[in-house]
């Protein structure tokens, strides 16, 4: 008869090997698709559960004072008062039932003082009682390449399998703007830069209203005057 012998957990930090075939947002959800592989004979060996985008969370139970301080500090005393008494009543030849009562008198009173000095030290910076966890954002069930097909088979009916087959890639995005229809349109693709044009002459600005108009300049000699020039305005001295 063959045994076989069971997978060893990694010593050192590792991370976990094969395909992912399911993907859950609880680790409720998770445990269960597990369970459902045993339950169905597959070997669990080959799985492992991957909590993704780890946050640490940490709920408030109540406010702290000092009464609540000392009731909490007196009760876990008194368990401890407890567990001592009856160690005492088992082993010690002397003792008895008597015993119980002082001992959990004592640890209550040794906890109540306890508690209330360190909630002295933090009153004012931490006035409230809360308890942390680490919780994942989604869980992933991975397994091994050649079990992972039958693992997705099985967990078909739970729902979150995830697909071997790589995720189709999305096809690029077409150039904005409308498609030239001739040459000489002025389309552009994007990020493409615009063709230097010829230079623009510039043009001459009318003269605003009420402006007079400048002196036109007195003709070389020799050059013939354009015909719808107006003559020169006479110079002084002139008759």
């Not at 001992?103 to 003082?113: H, P």
């Amino acid at each position: 008869m063959a045994f076989t012998q069971p997978q060893r957990i990694p010593t050192t930090p590792t991370l976990p090997t094969g395909e992912t075939v399911a993907r859950y947002g609880t680790y409720l959800e998770a445990q269960k698709a597990v369970e459902l592989l045993a339950e169905k004979s597959f070997p669990v060996r080959a799985v492992t559960i991957v909590g993704s985008d780890l946050r640490m969370v940490e709920r408030v139970i109540r406010r702290l004072s000092y009464p609540s301080a000392a009731l909490g500090g007196f009760l876990s005393g008194a368990w401890f008062g407890l567990f001592v008494g009856l160690i005492l009543t088992l082993f010690s030849p002397t003792g008895g039932p008597g015993i119980m009562l002082p001992a959990i008198l004592l640890g209550g009173a040794f906890g109540l003082l306890l508690s209330v000095i360190g909630y002295s030290f933090t009153r004012g910076r931490r006035d409230f009682a809360s308890a942390s966890q680490i919780v994942a954002t989604s869980y992933s069930v991975l397994c091994q390449a050649e079990h992972a097909h039958k693992a997705r088979n099985l967990l078909a009916e739970t729902g979150g399998v995830v697909s071997g087959w790589p995720e189709p890639v999305a096809p690029p995005a077409p150039p904005v703007g409308p498609p030239p229809s001739a040459p000489g349109t002025g389309y552009l693709p994007p990020g493409a830069d615009a063709p230097a044009g010829p230079p623009v002459p510039p043009q001459p600005v009318p003269p605003q209203p009420g402006t007079p108009y400048p002196p036109a300049a007195p003709p070389q000699a020799g050059t013939p005057a354009q015909p719808g020039t107006p003559p020169p305005p006479p110079g002084p001295g002139s008759v």
